[in-house]
């Protein structure tokens, strides 16, 4: 079965400081991956994607994320936290092949992880 | 550009009853979505449409109903209201089902009691 963990409920993390959030997937085949963030009261808004290419990939708000295969991980980091960048963060996967009218395009969403940076 | 609105923001309802929830969206995109969130669970599909007059149940459809007479909106109906269905409702939409970023609606809040 499909399915993503982030098995951290929440990241504590001194302003400055790298930060990373874990997200790991299990998925038969290639992944697209995406990373996403959710400000208290809000809809989640995009932070990055891995499509194919490059493992490291750089996003929105100085965030990037790595893609490892062999370790079916796609962490969220960030050379040093602000506080603005408390929120929760949402892993998501979804399969790369897209049957019209089926459900292998949709997201898979993981539980979040919240964030949260002290001053 | 509104992008994707939602109303209500918030609702309180009993058991038993019904009401729709609206999503709209300018963006001309044509595969939308309905997620509910609860505490510590993310988010789960409810159902979700590929274009107007299609339509297809996602995760956790039951209890719910969708139409999509339009490219432009994507109601969710709740018939007969439970504790269950508690939660915040997100509707998205995306240009390009799984290729492309989602992109969310502020949410309803919604109590049943």
């Known amino acids: 079965a499909q399915s993503v963990a982030q098995p951290e409920d929440q990241v504590n993390v001194a302003e400055g400081n790298p930060l990373t959030v874990k997200c790991t997937y299990s998925v038969s085949g290639n992944p697209y991956l995406f990373w996403y963030v959710q400000y208290p009261n809000r809809g989640l808004q995009f932070l990055l994607k891995?499509?194919?290419?490059?493992?490291l990939v750089k996003g929105s708000y100085g965030f990037e994320a790595e893609f490892n295969k062999s370790q079916t991980s796609f962490h969220l980091k960030k050379p040093s936290a602000l506080v603005s960048d408390s929120a929760l963060y949402f892993c998501?996967?979804?399969?790369?092949?897209?049957?019209?009218?089926?459900?292998?395009?949709?997201?898979?969403f993981g539980k979040g992880t919240k964030l949260s940076v002290k001053p | 550009n509104a992008g994707v609105t939602q109303t209500p923001k918030f609702r309180i309802l009993k058991i038993g009853q019904s009401m729709t929830l609206q999503c709209t969206q300018d963006?001309?995109?044509?595969?939308m979505y309905w997620y509910r969130q609860d505490p510590g669970m993310g988010l789960k599909l409810i159902y979700y449409s590929v274009g107007a007059g299609i339509t297809d149940k996602g995760e956790v459809p039951n209890g719910y109903n969708v139409s999509r007479s339009t490219t432009e909106d994507f109601p969710l109906r709740l018939e007969l209201a439970a504790p269950s269905q508690t939660s915040v409702y997100f509707c998205a939409t995306s240009l390009i089902s799984g290729l492309g970023e989602q992109f969310f609606g502020p949410g309803t809040r919604l109590t049943v009691l």
């Open positions: 963006m001309n995109h044509n595969y």
């Open positions: 891995y499509i194919t290419g490059d493992n």
């Open positions: 998501a996967v979804r399969l790369k092949k897209v049957n019209y009218g089926g459900s292998q395009g949709n997201l898979i």
